[in-house]
C-alpha cells in the first residue's frame, strides 16, 4: 500500500512512495504527529539520481522488519535535496559540524522540534568497515530518546546554538581589487595538477567555475597561465571518461584523478556549467576540441534533458539495467572488447578499441571499460571513427537507458538558458537559441506568479510547491540577461529586473549587504542558510552578485550595483583563502574589475546582415561580464539604445564603461579592438 509520499510530485519522492516504511514529506503535520506520539523525527535527505541513496533505500527501506522498528520508534520524514535546497543546507551543516563530512543519503535525528541530535550518512544492513548497521542506529537513538530524553534535548539545544552562533566573514563589504584576484590566482596554481588538469586529487570534480575566472583573468589582464590552466583542464576533461564519448554531456565528477571513471550520473547544472565554459574557451581560443564539446553538450541537453512542456529534466541515473536485470552503475557507458568486436566487427572493433583506449583487462569493473581519447600520435581517418560511433551509438541506444528525473529546477534552468542562447549565437544555432527561449517561457509561464516570486520546480506541467531560494532567482535572472543579449527583445531583461527586485527586499541584509539562501518570509528552520561558497553551482549569493551586476550595466541602477559590490566583499574574504570555491564569484569579481563593459548596437532595420555581423562581434567579445544590448534607433527595447543614433547612415556599435564611452563605431574589426584592449 502507498504511503504518504504517492501524492508528491518530486521523483525521488515518488520512489519511495511503495517502502514499507510510512515516509511522510517535509511539513508541520509531521513534526505534530511526532509530538502527539512523543518520538524523535527520522530525516532522510537525498536526490533520483543518487547511487547510494538506492542502495540505502534497498537494504533498509525496502526492508520490512527495518520498516516495522521505523513505525513503531520514529516519525519518518523524506526529503529531496533538490527541492529543499534550504532543508538540506542546514542540516548538511549540523552533519558537517559534527562529523567532519557529509554527503547523500544525509541521515538526521531530530527533536519534535525539528532540532538535530544525531547525525550520518549510509548506513549499511549489517555492520561494515567500523560503521554500525542502520538497524542498530535505530536503537541506540531508541535507547537514548527512552532513557536519557534530558541529555538528547541538552545536545539538540547546543548543537542548535552552535549552529546560531557560527558567523561567515563578510570581508568589509567591499569587492575584490587587483592584490586579492592576483592572491586567489596564485592559490589556484598551487593547487593545479598540471600532469592531469584540474584541481586537487580523486574524486575530481569539473572546476567549471573556476576556468571561467581563469579565462575571464585572462581576457582582462593577458594571464597566459590562467589560460593554459584553463586549456588544458578542459582537454584533459574532453579527452576523459568523464565525458560520454558517444553521446556529449558529461558525468558528475570522476572517481580518480586521471578523468578515467566517472560517476556516471548526469545532471544539468554540470552540463549547462560546462557547455557554456567550452564556449567561451572557443570564444578565447578557437580550439576545435571546445566548439565540438560545447555544441555536443548543448545537443545533449536539448536531445536528452529537454522536457515535454519546453523545460530541461534536472538529472540522468547512475544506474541503469545491464540487461540481466540486475542495476548496475554505468552499465549503459562501458564497453568490453568482445561487445566491441559484437558490433563491429575483429578489424573495427580493434581500432575502436585503440582510439577509445578500451583495454582487455578493463577500465572499469568485470572487464569493461569506460570510453575516452588517450593522447596518442596516431593518425586516425575521420570518416572511419564518425562511422564507428555511429554505429556504437546506435547500438547503445538499444540498452536500458538510466532513468530520468523530470523535475524542472528553476535555477539550473537558468543556467541552461544561459549556455544555450551564447553557444546557439556563437556556433549560428537558431534551434538552440529557440531551446533557451521554450524553458524561458516555461518558467515565465509556469514558475512566476503575478507578484514575480519563483516557484523552484515544476513537474509534468504542474508547478511545485516549494518557494524558490536566492539561488534560483539570480540563476533565472542570469539567464535572462544572457537571452536577452542574444536576442535583442528587452522583455528578458525587464524579467531580470523582475526577479533582481526580490534579492534586493526579501534575500538581502539592507545594512551589510549580506545575502540569505531563503527569503525573509520563507518557512522558518532551525536557522537560516546562508552559504557564498561555490560548490557544484554558483552559490546563491554569488550568482546574485553577478546578476545584479550585469542588470545594473544594462541600466544604469546604482541600487543594483551597489548591491553587487558589497556582496563581492564575501570574494574579497574567500577568494585568497578558497579560491576553488569560490570561482563564481571570482569570475564576477573579474567582470567589476574590467567595468563591465556595456555594448549597444544600434540599426535601421534588426536583420541587417551588417547589424547582425556587428551584434555577432560583441557577442564574441571575450570582456568580462560585457553585456549587449540590440535593436532599432529609437527602441525603447532596452536603456542602452537611448539616444544611441547610426553613424552615416550605417549599423553602428557604442562601447561604454567606467562612464566613458568610444567613439562610435560602424567597423567590426574596431569593435573587436574595443573589445579586447
Known amino acids: 500500500m502507498p504511503n504518504r509520499l504517492a501524492h508528491e510530485t518530486s521523483p525521488y519522492l515518488l520512489q519511495h512512495a511503495d517502502n514499507p516504511v510510512d515516509w511522510w514529506p517535509w511539513s508541520e503535520e509531521a513534526f505534530e504527529e511526532a509530538r502527539r506520539r512523543g518520538v524523535p523525527v527520522l530525516l532522510s535527505v537525498g536526490y533520483s539520481s543518487c547511487h547510494w541513496c538506492h542502495v540505502m533505500a ?4 525496502e526492508d520490512p522488519e ?76 531508541r535507547q537514548a530518546w527512552t532513557e536519557r530524553r534530558d541529555e538528547v534535548a541538552e545536545v ?78 578542459c582537454e584533459r576533461m574532453a579527452r576523459g571518461g568523464i565525458y560520454d564519448q558517444l553521446g556529449g554531456g558529461f558525468a558528475r565528477y570522476s572517481v580518480d584523478r586521471d578523468w578515467t571513471v566517472p560517476h556516471f550520473e548526469k545532471m544539468l547544472y554540470d552540463n549547462a556549467l560546462l557547455c557554456r565554459v567550452y564556449a567561451h574557451l572557443w570564444r578565447a581560443t578557437g580550439s576545435e576540441l571546445a566548439r565540438r564539446v560545447a555544441v555536443e553538450t548543448a545537443d545533449f541537453m536539448v536531445r536528452e534533458l529537454r522536457t515535454a512542456e519546453g523545460g530541461f529534466a534536472s538529472a540522468l541515473d547512475a544506474d541503469s539495467d545491464d540487461g540481466t536485470g540486475r542495476h548496475v552503475e ?8 568482445a561487445q566491441l568486436t559484437e558490433v563491429l566487427g575483429a578489424e573495427d572493433a580493434r581500432l575502436a578499441m585503440h582510439y577509445f583506449g578500451v583495454t582487455e583487462e578493463g577500465t572499469f569493473e568485470e572487464g569493461a571499460s569506460v570510453l575516452r581519447l588517450p593522447q596518442q600520435d596516431s593518425v586516425f581517418d575521420a570518416e572511419k571513427i564518425a562511422g564507428i560511433r555511429e554505429r556504437l551509438l546506435a547500438k547503445r541506444a538499444g540498452r536500458p537507458a538510466p532513468g530520468r528525473d523530470d523535475k524542472v529546477v528553476a535555477a539550473w534552468n537558468g543556467l541552461a538558458i544561459a549556455a544555450l542562447a551564447e553557444t546557439g549565437a556563437y556556433f549560428d544555432r537558431p534551434d538552440l537559441v529557440a531551446a533557451a527561449v521554450g524553458a524561458a517561457d516555461l518558467l515565465v509561464r509556469l514558475h512566476l506568479d503575478e507578484q514575480a516570486r519563483l516557484s523552484r520546480t515544476s513537474k509534468d506541467g504542474q508547478a511545485g510547491a516549494n518557494a524558490g531560494v536566492l539561488e534560483d532567482y539570480a540563476d533565472v535572472a542570469e539567464g535572462f540577461l544572457a537571452l536577452a543579449s542574444v536576442t535583442g527583445e528587452g522583455v528578458w531583461l525587464e524579467f531580470a529586473g523582475f526577479l533582481l527586485d526580490h534579492v534586493l527586499v526579501r534575500f538581502a541584509d539592507p545594512e551589510s549587504g549580506a545575502l540569505y539562501d531563503t527569503a525573509a518570509d520563507a518557512e522558518r528552520l532551525i536557522r537560516r542558510p546562508q552559504d557564498p561558497t561555490d560548490n557544484a553551482v554558483p552559490s546563491g549569493w554569488t550568482a546574485a552578485a553577478g546578476a545584479l551586476l550585469g542588470y545594473a550595466a544594462h541600466t544604469g541602477s546604482v541600487p543594483h550595483r551597489t548591491a553587487a559590490e558589497k556582496a563581492l566583499g564575501v570574494v574579497k574574504a574567500l577568494g585568497p583563502r578558497v579560491p576553488r570555491f569560490i570561482g563564481w564569484g571570482l569570475a564576477v569579481a573579474e567582470a567589476l574589475l574590467d567595468g563591465p563593459r556595456e555594448v549597444a548596437v544600434v540599426a535601421a532595420a534588426v536583420d541587417d546582415p551588417a547589424a547582425r555581423l556587428l551584434l555577432r562581434t560583441a557577442l564574441l567579445g571575450a570582456a568580462p561580464g560585457a553585456v549587449v544590448a540590440y535593436g532599432t534607433v529609437g527602441s525603447e527595447e532596452f536603456p542602452l539604445l537611448a539616444d544611441r543614433t547610426l553613424r552615416d547612415g550605417e549599423p553602428t556599435a557604442y562601447v561604454c564603461r567606467n562612464f566613458t564611452c568610444d567613439a562610435p563605431t560602424t567597423d567590426p574589426e574596431r569593435l573587436r579592438a574595443a573589445l579586447s584592449d
Open 58 to 61: 534497498h537494504e533498509s527501506f
Open 156 to 233: 539538540a539545544g547546543k548543537i542548535v546554538r552552535d549552529l546560531s552562533e557560527r558567523e561567515i566573514s563578510f570581508g568589509d563589504a567591499a569587492p575584490p581589487g587587483e592584490q586579492e584576484v592576483s592572491q586567489a590566482l596564485l592559490g589556484l596554481t598551487r593547487e593545479y595538477d598540471p600532469q592531469r588538469g584540474g584541481f586537487g586529487g580523486a574524486p575530481k570534480f569539473p572546476p567549471s567555475m573556476v576556468v571561467e575566472f581563469l579565462l575571464r583573468h585572462h581576457a582582462r589582464a593577458g594571464a597566459e597561465g590562467a589560460l593554459q590552466m584553463a586549456r588544458d583542464t
Open 330 to 337: 554505468g552499465a549503459y557507458y562501458v564497453w568490453t572488447p
Open 66 to 141: 527495518t520498516a516495522e522498528r521505523l513505525n513503531a520508534g520514529f516519525v519518518s520524514v523524506k526529503v529531496d535535496r533538490e527541492e529543499r535546497p534550504d532543508v538540506d543546507a542546514v542540516y548538511m551543516e549540523a552533519v558537517q559540524a559534527a562529523t567532519g563530512q557529509g554527503g547523500w543519503p544525509m541521515t538526521v535525528f531530530l527533536t519534535p522540534d525539528a532540532e538535530p541530535f544525531y547525525f550520518g550518512t549510509y548506513f549499511p544492513p549489517a555492520p561494515r568497515h567500523g560503521m554500525p548497521s542502520f538497524r542498530q542506529v535505530l536503537e541506540g537513538v
